[in-house]
Nanobody, 115 residues
Framework: VQLQASGGGLVQAGGSLRLSCVASGSVFSIVWMGWYRQVPGSERELVAGLSSGGITDYSDSVKGRITISREQNTLYLLMFSLKPEDTAVYYC????????????WGQGTQVTVSS
């Protein structure tokens, strides 16, 4: 599975952004997809996840300000009411089950929120 993330950029506080992550390859084996973010010096943290059954999971820090969704092979993260503390590199991840379980990561996309 290959993942291609896009949609990051510079936005003012209070603004919105939509991140996209296009999956290709063995997409029928994906059981879960999610978005993580990472700032320098910190561990990558889960922002939101979406199972193939439609179950969503959101970090408390973003709940109410972020919506995760998926259309066919593309995972979206709609972020609104952005805060400077949302500034990070955002990564998409896919969990694939084909006998064994493997995780795949996309390249990061930078989100910068100015105050």
């Amino acid at each position: 599975v290959q993942l291609q993330a896009s949609g990051g950029g510079l936005v003012q506080a209070g603004g919105s952004l939509r991140l996209s992550c296009v999956a290709s390859g063995s997409v029928f084996s994906i059981v879960w997809m999610g978005w993580y973010r990472q700032v320098p010096g910190s561990e990558r943290e889960l922002v939101a996840g979406l199972s193939s059954g439609g179950i969503t999971d959101y970090s408390d820090s973003v709940k109410g300000r972020i919506t995760i969704s998926r259309e066919q092979n593309t995972l979206y993260l709609l972020m609104f009411s952005l805060k400077p503390e949302d500034t990070a590199v955002y990564y998409c991840k896919a969990r694939v089950v084909r006998g064994s379980t493997d995780d795949y990561w996309g390249q990061g996309t930078q989100v910068t929120v100015s105050s």
